[in-house]
């Protein structure tokens, strides 16, 4: 068990242990002196959402690095995906990103890329967080060998032309109207831009970060007020994204939300006609619903599940040689172009596909029926409630009920003290009973 490391690196309320200026102090000094090998001067790019608590997030994680030898790129408020491109582009040794992805603001959160641009393993993650608990003092820098720290400049249009490079050379978003949500989150200022330097009409929602609006009943997360806009404007297609940028949700031109397991299903198909699929298939998590494991078998593709977490996506496609993967929530990894979920680069590869067929989203983006699936999350606090015998009974009879027709998947999250409840199959009301039963046990059990 680790004490600091979750699914997607550190996270907490700001502020609060673990998520302290003390702890991000720390943290740059470990993660600083486990990317430190030889006696070059050594780099960290540091990237940022908008909340207010990055400020000193920030300060101290420079404070860390610079402490132990490490130059720092601030790049300031910039989407997760850009701080893993400007990491192999900048040579930097190590970077970090400062965010609770769709969180709301009073959290926040620290991951990391390695050199490569990809989130560091288990292994890396585990010798960092030993550090954190150790006496780091002997190894800091000598007075002369303490780090430096300046802004890149350039780091929004070098994103941007980045993301408008992927699109297909010649098309052109002309004649696309487009709104787009940037959940007044990391994406504010680059996703627009890229849309508008592309040629489409733009419409922008979730541009005005305060520090505590992130997320608010905007973005991914929230798509209404993205829904209510497309159809007030007649717009051709919305975009959400999360206050990180690493997700993306569509909403067509009535104004009917897309998910990330139809998006991954319009880029699958797409990129199989266009032989471009390094191989017959995709890769999603245990979330992703059952319907689209069957369109994907209907096209003779095959998808591979794993846990929950972009970071497992990832994991398996480099291991198993796949170039699309992604998660129901809207993570969308497509290696031909990121190492890591990336909203906006999702988000243009599916707008090439409706420019390219010519037809309306609600046509292009809408590939299967999904089976029916419920959702539900349970708020525990002390240990986890799926080790008492109660749950773990109701877990196997909710199992054995939906048999072979159905799935159900018991997790707790890696970022929140939750217990999510899933369940999906063919019988829409037996699915809502297993996890309305099972919720109601796992809530007592947690009382």
Known sequence: MRKFFGTDGIRGRANTPPMTADLALKVGMAAGLAFKNGGHKHRVVIG?????????????????????????????????????????????????????????????GIKFFGPDGFKLSDAIEAEIEAMLESD???????????????????????????????????????GLRVVVDCANGAAY????????????????????????????????????????????????????????????????????VIDGDQLMAVVAQSWQAANKLSQPGIVATVMSNLGLERYLGDLGLSLSRTKVGDRYVVEHMRAHGFNVGGEQSGHIVLSDFATTGDG??????????????????????????????????????????????????????GEQRL????????????????????????????VHAVVNDIAEIVRKSAA
């Not at 209404?224 to 031109?253: F, M, P, T, Y």
């Not at 159900?408 to 409840?421: D, F, K, N, Q």
Request: glycine content about 8%; overall charge negative; some cysteine.
């Open 344 to 397: 906006l680069i999702a988000a243009l590869q599916v707008i090439a596909c409706v420019k390219d067929q010519g037809r309306p989203v609600s046509e292009v983006c809408r590939r299967f029926e999904p089976v029916p699936q419920l959702l539900k999350n349970v708020r525990f606090s002390g240990g986890s409630p799926l080790e008492i015998g109660v749950v773990k009974e109701a877990i196997l009879d």
């Open 136 to 174: 780091l003092t002997p190894r800091l820098a000598a007075a002369m060998d303490l780090g430096r720290a300046k802004r890149i400049e350039s780091a929004q249009q070098r994103y941007i032309e980045f993301a408008k490079r992927t699109m297909p050379r010649e098309m052109s978003l002309e």
């Open 189 to 256: 200022k680059v996703a627009p831009e890229a849309l508008w330097e592309l040629g489409a009409d733009v419409i922008s929602l979730g541009v005005a970060p305060d520090g505590l609006n992130i997320n608010k009943d905007c973005g991914s997360t929230a798509p209404e007020a993205l829904s209510r806009k497309v159809l007030e404007v007649r717009a051709d297609i919305g975009i959400a994204l999360d206050g990180d940028a690493d997700r993306v949700i569509v909403v067509d031109e009535n104004g009917q």
């Open 48 to 108: 940022k959402d908008t909340r207010l608590s990055g400020y000193m997030l920030e300060n101290a994680m420079v404070a860390g690095f610079t402490s132990v030898g490490m130059d720092v790129f601030l790049l300031g408020p910039m989407p997760t995906p850009s701080v893993a491109m400007l990491t192999r582009s900048l040579r930097a040794d190590l970077g970090v990103m400062i965010s609770a992805s769709h969180n709301p603001f009073h959290d926040n």
């Open 403 to 430: 048999g072979t027709s159905g799935r159900l998947v018991i997790r707790a999250s890696g970022t929140e003290p939750l217990i999510r409840v899933m369940a999906e199959g063919d019988d829409e009301a037996l």
